[in-house]
């Protein structure tokens, strides 16, 4: 299994280089007491030597300067209502995913992203350093998206509920995968949902994108309850 986007000091390091399309991403793998699990940290030397922010800056900065979307929007102070960077780096974490699925470095069935960071300081990571979610590698999970609702997401009928709107987010993004399968379709499904918003001008972050995937195909995920920090809790 591979996860992706996690820093775990108290584990073995090997540092590396791996050639990411065009640009060069410095990577820590992280071997932890289990071999077969590996935290593959990927940290791009620049935001714009992403291919996503290639493809897509210029069109989410100029979005996001039009009086379309600052008129009543609530989140103008949040990163998402004020930063193109921020919205580009939160939704490149799909393209990130899928390029580690293709490239598959450790061979893995299973990739789970966690942003870096992950707990912000409080003690969630497990104490023997192992971490193998089997409840979610196996049926009928093993091919869905699992992601932590922070919220009850049944209560969005409509993406404008979250939109513009300084509400709590009805998932947390810091966590979410599932089987290498699940991961492809999923980004073929970001990318769907991801060009529609900008036909219709419509910028925010990844966990608006990913409730807006869920809506239209809820059977690719997995919505688990919980708090922000719980994934090591929850999945095991």
Same mark, same amino acid.
């Given at each position: 299994? *591979?996860?992706?986007?996690?820093g775990v000091?108290?584990?073995?390091?090997?540092?590396?280089? !791996?050639?990411?399309?065009?640009?060069?991403?410095?990577?820590?793998?992280?071997?932890?007491?289990?071999?077969?699990?590996?935290?593959?940290?990927?940290? #791009?030397?620049?935001?714009?030597?992403?291919?996503?922010?290639?493809?897509?800056?210029?069109?989410?900065?100029? !979005?996001?300067?039009?009086?379309?979307?600052?008129?009543?929007?609530?989140? *103008?102070?949040?990163?998402?209502?004020?930063?193109?960077?921020?919205?580009?780096?939160?939704?490149?974490?799909?393209?990130? /995913?899928?390029?580690?699925?293709?490239?598959?470095?450790? @061979?893995?069935?299973?990739?789970?992203?966690?942003?870096?960071?992950?707990?912000?300081?409080?003690?969630?990571?497990?104490?023997?350093? @192992?971490?193998?979610?089997?409840?979610?590698?196996?049926?009928?999970?093993?091919?869905?998206?699992?992601?932590?609702?922070?919220?009850?997401?049944?209560?969005?009928?409509? !993406?404008?509920? *979250?939109?513009k709107q300084?509400?709590?987010?009805?998932?947390?993004?810091?966590?979410?995968?599932?089987?290498?399968?699940?991961?492809?379709?999923?980004?073929?499904?970001?990318?769907? !949902?991801?060009?529609?918003?900008?036909?219709?001008?419509?910028?925010d972050d990844?966990?608006?994108?990913?409730?807006?995937?869920?809506?239209?195909?809820?059977?690719?995920?997995? /919505?688990? #309850?919980?708090?922000?920090?719980?994934?090591?809790?929850?999945?095991?």
């Open positions: 299994m *591979l996860v992706t986007s996690i000091s108290a584990c073995q390091i090997s540092l590396a280089k !791996i050639l990411w399309k065009n640009a060069w991403v410095p990577v820590e793998i992280v071997n932890v007491a289990d071999p077969s699990i590996f935290f593959l940290i990927l940290q #791009p030397r620049n935001l714009e030597d992403l291919p996503f922010y290639q493809e897509n800056y210029h069109k989410v900065s100029s !979005i996001m300067k039009s009086a379309e979307f600052q008129e009543n929007n609530n989140v *103008l102070t949040h990163p998402e209502g004020f930063s193109p960077e921020y919205n580009i780096l939160m939704n490149a974490k799909f393209a990130m /995913m899928h390029e580690v699925s293709h490239r598959n470095f450790f @061979k893995s069935n299973f990739i789970y992203w966690f942003d870096m960071g992950y707990g912000h300081g409080h003690d969630v990571f497990p104490k023997d350093h @192992k971490w193998t979610p089997h409840n979610i590698m196996q049926e009928p999970y093993r091919d869905k998206i699992t992601y932590i609702a922070v919220n009850n997401i049944n209560l969005v009928r409509n !993406i404008n509920q *979250l939109y300084a509400v709590g987010p009805a998932v947390n993004g810091g966590f979410f995968g599932g089987s290498r399968h699940a991961v492809d379709e999923y980004y073929h499904l970001f990318n769907d !949902i991801w060009s529609v918003f900008l036909e219709h001008h419509i910028i990844d966990q608006t994108l990913a409730v807006a995937c869920w809506m239209r195909n809820k059977n690719l995920f997995n /919505m688990v #309850p919980g708090g922000w920090y719980d994934a090591f809790k929850l999945f095991r």
